[in-house]
């Protein structure tokens, strides 16, 4: 019998919950961007990292809403996937926001499915402790939950109790993964999605969905360095000329951060050349959908 422990744990919610933070802050590195904008998350992303004797790899699942795209619909196809995977599933809830239209639906699922589900209110600095009892009564009328934690991922407080309630009820097993492994996203891909969380944080509110990411080249130099080339897909010029700016500013603005972010992540010379590219209804192209393991026929 092992004395080690190992286990999937999906982090299931609606937009913006903080499921990526909660990732983020437990592997100690980033592995999921993360932006004020919902729907940041467009596929299931698994953070690696031990607590105590435990693997704990996370799914960081796309948030849970009524979809209305091709896109949308095999974002919450993963979502469900994550959560059909898992060993543990967890519902994240953003405590400022509470229960809204898209968690209600989520818990008629769970009950739906008979499903065990563990409760994580997040982002309790932003609320009075009153309304988070008003918050646990609620949702426990609703529905049996395994556990109830209450946090927040951003700060880490109050989070190592939640941490330690995983590490407790995950099966016995040996570690799937490396010690020091964070993440099984390839590099090139990881510097995709930290990009395209740059044109999340500075282009206008609709344009980031209109767009995607795709790694077109990642080779590392004699020198050490990485040599990166992405390209950036929209569906109209007009997009294009948005992203590039007046006299290519905000290319260079979306670039230069996104290599500085690289840089320190990666501990090495970073060499990032972003393109623009128009190609009209790419959320219909396969191939797209290929590249992040999603289902084109969700």
Not at 201 to 220: F, G
Not at 266 to 276: C, K, T, Y
Request: charged residues 25%; negative net charge; hydrophobic residues 40%.
């Amino acid at each position: 019998m092992t004395d080690t422990r190992c286990g999937f744990v999906a982090l299931i919610g609606a937009p913006n919950a903080g499921k990526s933070t909660i990732t983020n802050n437990f592997v100690g590195s980033k592995v999921s961007i993360v932006s004020p904008k919902a729907q940041t998350t467009r596929t299931t992303i698994k953070g690696i990292g031990i607590y105590d004797k435990t693997q704990i790899i996370f799914l960081d699942t796309p948030g849970i809403f009524e979809p209305k795209r091709r896109l949308d619909r095999a974002m919450v196809h993963s979502a469900w996937s994550g959560f059909g995977d898992a060993d543990i599933n967890v519902l994240v809830v953003d405590a400022k926001r509470g229960m809204n239209e898209e968690t209600s639906a989520i818990i008629d699922e769970l009950i739906k499915r008979d499903a065990h589900a563990v409760l994580a209110f997040n982002k309790i600095d932003m609320v009075p402790q009153e309304r988070l009892d008003e918050l646990k009564e609620e949702f426990e009328n609703l529905f049996s939950f395994d556990a109830v934690f209450a946090f927040s991922a951003q700060s880490g407080d109050h989070i190592t109790d939640f941490y330690q309630y995983l590490a407790d009820n995950l099966p016995e097993s040996p570690w799937y993964y490396p010690e020091d492994q964070m993440s099984d996203m390839p590099l090139r891909f990881l510097a995709a999605e930290i990009v395209r969380e740059k044109l999340f944080l500075n282009l206008r509110q609709e344009l980031p969905y209109a767009l995607t990411v795709e790694p077109e080249l990642w080779e590392h130099k004699p020198d050490g360095s990485i040599r990166a080339e992405m390209t950036i897909y929209v569906e109209r010029e007009s997009h294009k000329t948005i992203i590039i700016g007046h006299n290519g500013a905000m290319i260079k603005k979306i670039g230069q951060s996104a290599r500085e972010e690289l840089e320190e992540l990666l501990e090495e010379r970073i060499h990032l050349f972003l393109f623009v590219k128009v190609r009209e209804n790419w959320g219909n192209d396969p191939a797209r959908y290929s590249d992040w393991n999603l289902n084109f026929k969700a």
